[in-house]
């Protein structure tokens, strides 16, 4: 059974070399810890870890819908990227708060 968290966090770009111009939101409180527990308990269900620990999840934002994964942060919280089409289709400009719901897969 999947779980939704919804949370809201400000959209960020990324700045350097070839993810130039990718947006992201970084997740952490209450959401974190979530995803967290979630990570695992799959761990544990499978015996291992995803690559690089990710989550896979399905993402709404808006009128936008999309699968992705989100991936531990080395200072905590989670990365969850926002690919440049879906901040066209949306309207987003780096900064604007989105609310977000994940479901967590």
Known sequence: MSEIIRFAAPLIHWELGDFAGLGYVSITGEAEETIRGHELMRRLEL??????????VNVTLGDSRWSTSV???KEGGW????????QRAEGLEEGDLLKIELELL
């Open 71 to 73: 991936f531990p942060q």
């Open 47 to 56: 015996g291992k870890r995803r690559g690089f620990g990710s989550v896979k």
């Open 79 to 86: 990365f969850l990227p926002i690919k440049k089409a879906i």
